[in-house]
């Protein structure tokens, strides 16, 4: 008889101190951008807002968000959503973006959530474009040493405050913005580059494959279920410690 094929799990874990240098390495691989250690502390203290992605027990991915309440208004930034290249188009990044959607709908009190994706990153656009994310603005200029340097602030419209200011954002569209950011230099790729960084992949150990994992590049299946069925063979990633 033929073995069932392998059952695929997905699950989100907490970051803690026993596992943060998994996210460090995780965001050297997946992203363009190095992160201080502010960054990360800050991330420890960010709760559901940050989670480890798992495949099979296997740390894969990662997401990081914040609550951003400048310009007036409660937002949910996305700084740095990412998974490995071999783990692509599995849900994980689908898993990872619902998980943020689910935190936003409990609370109730934000106006919108947005990030920063690269002009060119058409994949990352049209996945986030999924979860009803729309290209509010564009940011000349926004990321240091990468090109291109522009990139879409992408948003998801709560209410309709956010939707006046994204408006009035969207008719200037030569509007010049330059961030300051925690880390070396800004991005998303998502890329997103987050006033304090957000996501391209770009990176280390995984060589260029890994390189052009970029969280929001991750053009993932959209699937209704964390649990997934597969036979595809995955190499080793840092083994789960929570």
Same mark, same amino acid.
């Not at 296997?58 to 914040?66: E, F, N």
């Not at 992949?201 to 053009?219: E, I």
């Given at each position: 008889?033929?073995?069932?094929?392998?059952?695929?799990?997905?699950?989100?874990?907490?970051?803690?101190?026993? %596992?943060?240098?998994?996210?460090?390495?995780?965001?050297?691989?997946?992203?363009?951008?190095?992160?201080?250690?502010?960054?990360?502390?800050?991330?420890?203290?960010?709760?559901?807002?940050?989670?480890?992605?798992?495949?099979?027990?296997?740390?894969?991915?990662? &997401?990081?968000?914040?609550?951003?309440?400048?310009?007036?208004?409660?937002?949910?930034?996305?700084?740095?959503?990412?998974?490995?290249?071999?783990?692509?188009?599995?849900?994980?990044?689908?898993?990872?973006?619902?998980?943020?959607?689910?935190?936003?709908?409990?609370?109730? =009190?934000?106006?919108?959530?947005?990030?920063?994706?690269? &002009?060119?990153?058409?994949?990352?656009?049209?996945?986030?474009?999924?979860?009803?994310?729309?290209?509010?603005?564009?940011?000349?200029?926004?990321?240091?040493?990468?090109?291109?340097?522009?990139?879409?602030?992408?948003?998801?419209?709560?209410?309709?405050?956010?939707? &006046?200011?994204?408006?009035?954002? =969207?008719?200037?569209? !030569?509007?010049?913005?330059?961030? !300051?950011?925690?880390?070396?230099?800004?991005?998303?790729?998502?890329?997103?580059?987050?006033?304090? !960084?957000?996501?391209?992949?770009?990176?280390?150990?995984?060589?260029?494959?890994?390189?052009?994992?970029?969280?929001?590049? &991750? %053009?993932?299946?959209?699937?209704? !279920?964390?649990?997934?069925?597969?036979?595809?063979?995955?190499?080793?990633?840092?083994?789960? %410690?929570?």
């Amino acid at each position: 008889m033929r073995e069932a094929p392998a059952r695929a799990n997905i699950e989100l874990g907490d970051v803690t101190h026993h %596992n943060l240098k998994q996210l460090k390495k995780i965001n050297t691989v997946v992203l363009p951008v190095s992160y201080n250690d502010k960054f990360y502390l800050d991330v420890l203290e960010s709760g559901e807002l940050a989670k480890l992605a798992y495949y099979n027990d296997v740390v894969v991915g990662a &997401v990081c968000s914040r609550i951003d309440t400048s310009e007036s208004m409660r937002r949910l930034y996305i700084m740095t959503l990412g998974c490995l290249y071999p783990y692509r188009r599995l849900g994980i990044g689908t898993v990872m973006v619902q998980h943020i959607l689910n935190c936003v709908e409990r609370d109730g =009190n934000f106006d919108s959530i947005f990030l920063h994706v690269k &002009v060119d990153n058409k994949g990352a656009i049209e996945f986030y474009k999924r979860f009803g994310f729309e290209i509010v603005e564009t940011k000349q200029h926004y990321y240091k040493r990468i090109e291109p340097a522009d990139a879409h602030v992408l948003q998801k419209t709560l209410t309709k405050k956010a939707a &006046v200011a994204a408006a009035a954002a =969207n008719s200037n569209p !030569s509007h010049h913005h330059h961030h !300051s950011s925690d880390s070396e230099e800004h991005h998303h790729q998502h890329e997103v580059a987050n006033g304090e !960084s957000h996501e391209v992949p770009v990176g280390g150990g995984g060589g260029a494959a890994a390189r052009d994992v970029a969280a929001a590049n &991750v %053009n993932v299946n959209n699937h209704s !279920s964390i649990q997934n069925s597969t036979s595809q063979q995955t190499p080793q990633a840092a083994e789960k %410690n929570r």
